[in-house]
């Protein structure tokens, strides 16, 4: 969950978007949900674009299949997610047990029956415009990983900045708005997604509002859908947040959720509220599968750091690097102590990685370098630090590469500040 994210090629996803608007007409302006389940001989051009269909699930049962339009749910006309899921929910709520949906498979109409409840299919909303928007949020959450220090060589032909492209998606949302080409529950979504974390505090607290009307107006099941599959997926933690809470009043026992809320909350340094998350899970003893247990040390660490309890911190992170051996935990606890100067506790962290991860060891030297310097450096062996880190003194963009790998623990910085002080010197 922690490591490093490999940055993606929005340019395939895109592509395919381009595909599946080759198989159907471009969309009409959205009608309003409700009538009967009618029986047009032509396909529509809206609705959700089903994209897969797990395998033994309902969906797959009534022959459903990747690339079909969705486009009617019983007696609801389908153009957006959310009134898919407010579809969905209504008949749930019902006596009915089954209900029949209305599909275009090219210009092909079918009208399965399928049972009530969630059916087993991953889908986007079948727009062009939506497209187009979603083409440009790809392209910010790739150039949001791309570090620092490569954005003026690797990238220095392709490299826009976020903000450059978030105001272009925001211009994108205000046409849209304009020409009636997208649902107010679209704009309603895409106008909170395209917020970044750390956007202007009159852009965060516009959307606070945008998602207290989410969550006012939009069915439950469609809010921790977009607070699960697209918030915090896509790392807009502070959304994440408010979809995970608001959910967690109506199934308070909800373990994913109430993890991934520590998490988030980690992210966005509220070190109190995801400490309470992992507590919650661990002291109602929730039935916590092995990766559970995982996530909650980890949630648990890493709010300890937060907090400067770094005796703490060590021991989640010792025991979730028990169940894991994932670089990030044993990472941690050398981060954690160096920060004490307990030279014996980081030196026992770097045998054991590597032992286990010998590859990645080698690979990450000049990591381990340098928070042991710093540790040296807590204790006033400047001396012994100094010499540790003399050797990548020619090290390309040692900087940069350090303070993307130590940056990411509460406190991380210092290590980097440690050792341009200690060059300098």
Request: proline content about 4%; aromatic content about 10%; hydrophobic content about 40%.
């Amino acid at each position: 969950m922690f490591n490093c994210i490999k940055i993606l090629r929005f340019e395939v996803t895109l592509l395919f978007w381009l595909l599946a608007l080759a198989c159907t007409p471009l969309l009409a302006q959205p009608a309003q949900v409700g009538g009967s389940l009618g029986s047009s001989d032509r396909n529509p051009g809206k609705g959700v674009r089903i994209l897969k269909v797990d395998q033994g699930s309902p969906a797959e049962r009534a022959g459903l299949q990747p690339m079909d339009l969705l486009t009617r749910y019983g007696e609801f006309e389908i153009v957006d997610h959310a009134n898919f899921f407010a579809a969905r929910d209504a008949y749930e709520k019902s006596p009915e047990t089954s209900v029949q949906v209305v599909i275009w498979r090219g210009n092909t109409r079918l009208a399965p029956t399928v049972p009530t409840g969630r059916l087993g299919i991953d889908t986007n909303e079948y727009n062009p415009v939506s497209y187009q928007f979603d083409s440009l949020m790809q392209h910010i959450n790739v150039t949001l990983e791309i570090p620092e220090y490569m954005r003026d060589r690797e990238f220095k032909d392709s490299y826009t900045s976020p903000e450059k492209l978030v105001k272009e998606a925001r211009a994108l949302l205000d046409r849209a708005a304009e020409a009636g080409t997208l649902t107010p529950a679209q704009l309603l979504v895409a106008r909170i997604y395209v917020t970044l974390d750390d956007a202007p505090p009159e852009d965060l607290k516009k959307q606070s509002e945008l998602l207290a009307q989410l969550c006012s107006t939009q069915p439950d099941s469609y809010i921790i859908y977009l607070g699960q599959d697209l918030f915090f997926e896509k790392k807009r933690y502070r959304a994440a947040i408010e979809c995970f809470k608001h959910y967690l009043r109506i199934d308070p026992s909800d373990v994913s959720i109430r993890l991934n809320l520590g998490v988030a909350c980690y992210h966005q340094g509220m070190f109190d509220e995801a400490d309470a998350a992992a507590d919650y899970v661990l002291d109602n003893k929730l039935g916590l599968s092995e990766h559970g247990f995982l996530v909650a040390y980890q949630v648990k660490a890493v709010a300890a750091l937060g907090h400067r309890d770094y005796l703490k911190s060590i021991f989640y992170a010792e025991k979730s690097f028990e169940l894991n051996r994932c670089t990030f935990d044993v990472s941690l606890v050398q981060f954690a102590a160096a920060q004490i100067g307990d030279l014996e506790k980081l030196d026992d962290a770097s045998r054991k990685f590597r032992q286990v991860l010998p590859a990645e060891y080698e690979k990450r030297k000049y990591q381990v370098d340098a928070v042991k310097a710093f540790a040296l450096a807590k204790i006033n062996q400047r001396d012994q630090a100094r010499q540790l880190i003399l050797k990548w003194k020619d090290a390309d963009r040692i900087e940069g590469k350090l303070n993307r790998y130590w940056g990411v623990y509460p406190g991380g910085s210092d290590v980097v500040k440690s050792w341009k002080k200690l060059m300098k010197d």
